[in-house]
């Protein structure tokens, strides 16, 4: 079974800093394109970036409003898909959630920025 | 970037009704779209690629059509269990990907 699982959501203070993971299985984690796209309570979706496969250099993409701040990594040897969060502000509270090519999704984890 | 304009936001309609929603691209997408459906609390599931192609495991109940900037999106009856926000996605040109600002269905 394809399964998507993030960890590492929580409560940080504005200007703080917060790593999330996504852990695969259950396909070729290293064949895929990953995203991170997040939910702001009561709002709708935004994609916040992309990591491609080896075979496209690993080449990352994010969106205008975190790029600089937010960083996307991952490690095929663990199946694992990262989201380093740097100089947080309130306006990143959210649910984020990791897609793998867009077509399966976790089901998310919560980062409240707020002091 | 490439700006998504669906609607409409929100609709009421009949269980057995024939729901529609439309998307609109602000510049030619091909057919580089996707429809997700997300119930309260959970994760988008998507229903439709590539414009028009049916997820595996979808009912044949949903479908999509389109190309180039204008897009639909087609409940042929719907069904209590469809009750949900469904987002349009394109994926022509990122970054950055770009969704529609979302259509919550609900049963009269």
């Known amino acids: 079974e394809v399964q998507l699982v993030e960890s590492g959501g929580g409560l940080v203070q504005p200007g703080g800093s917060l790593r999330l993971s996504c852990a695969a299985s259950g396909f070729t984690f290293s064949d895929h394109y990953m995203d991170w796209v997040r939910q702001a309570p009561g709002k709708g979706l935004e994609w916040v970036g992309r990591t491609r496969n080896k075979a496209n250099s690993y080449t990352t993409e994010y969106a205008a409003s975190v790029k600089g701040r937010f960083t996307i990594s991952r490690d095929d040897s663990k199946n694992s898909l990262y989201l380093q969060m740097n100089s947080l502000k309130t306006e990143d509270t959210a649910v984020y959630y990791c897609?793998?090519?867009?077509?399966?999704w976790g089901k998310g984890t919560t980062v409240t920025v707020s002091s | 970037d490439i700006q998504m304009t669906q609607s409409p936001s929100s609709l009421s309609a009949s269980v057995g009704d024939r729901v529609t929603i439309t998307c609109q691209a602000s510049?030619?997408?091909?057919?580089?779209l996707n429809w997700y459906q997300q119930k309260p609390g959970k994760a988008p599931k998507l229903l439709i690629y590539d414009a028009s192609n049916l997820e595996t495991g979808v009912p044949s109940r949903f479908s999509g059509s389109g190309s180039g900037t204008d897009f639909t999106f087609t409940i042929s009856s719907l069904q209590p269990e469809d009750i949900a926000t469904y987002y349009c996605?394109?994926?022509?040109?990122?970054?950055?990907?770009?969704f529609g600002g979302g259509t919550k269905v609900e049963i009269k």
């Open positions: 996605q394109q994926y022509d040109n990122l970054p950055p990907i770009t």
């Open positions: 897609a793998s090519q867009m077509d399966v």
């Open positions: 510049q030619d997408i091909s057919n580089y």
